[in-house]
């Protein structure tokens, strides 16, 4: 059975940083793609980033490019997700989710990872 369980997140003021992370169980880590998503009040969820198996090629959503950094540990079985110059904006429920990786995988679309974590609520205060 698969296990996406997230931590780190909180409430943070605009300009401030959050780490958060996402330990996996019971998949392959190495051979899975990781990606972050997230989902305001009344909006639909929306892809962040993504952090492809072993060759670790990353990806981001325009809004957060050069604020945010995904990264993994294959050895922890876990993804990170550090966030900085953090905005009210960001405020959000974040997810983990997880899907094999392959060549030429798109990593933008929800509906492509079939594995998903329970969410951490990051919220940015003005």
């Known amino acids: 059975q698969v296990q996406l369980v997230e931590s780190g997140g909180g409430l943070v003021q605009a300009g401030g940083s959050l780490r958060l992370s996402c330990a996996a169980s019971?998949?392959?880590?190495?051979?899975?793609?990781m990606g972050w998503f997230r989902q305001a009040p009344g909006k639909e969820r929306a892809f962040v980033a993504a952090?492809?198996?072993?060759?670790?090629?990353?990806y981001y959503a325009d809004s957060v490019k050069g604020r945010f950094t995904i990264s993994r540990d294959n050895a922890k079985n876990t993804v990170y997700l550090q966030m900085i110059s953090l905005k009210p904006e960001d405020t959000a429920v974040y997810y983990c989710?997880?899907?094999?990786?392959?060549?030429?995988?798109?990593?933008?679309?929800?509906?492509?990872?079939?594995?998903w974590g329970q969410g951490t609520q990051v919220t940015v205060s003005s």
């Open positions: 989710a997880g899907t094999r990786s392959y060549a030429g995988g798109n990593y933008y679309r929800s509906s492509n990872y079939p594995y």
């Open positions: 019971g998949l392959t880590f190495s051979s899975h793609a």
């Open positions: 952090i492809s198996g072993i060759a670790g090629n990353t």
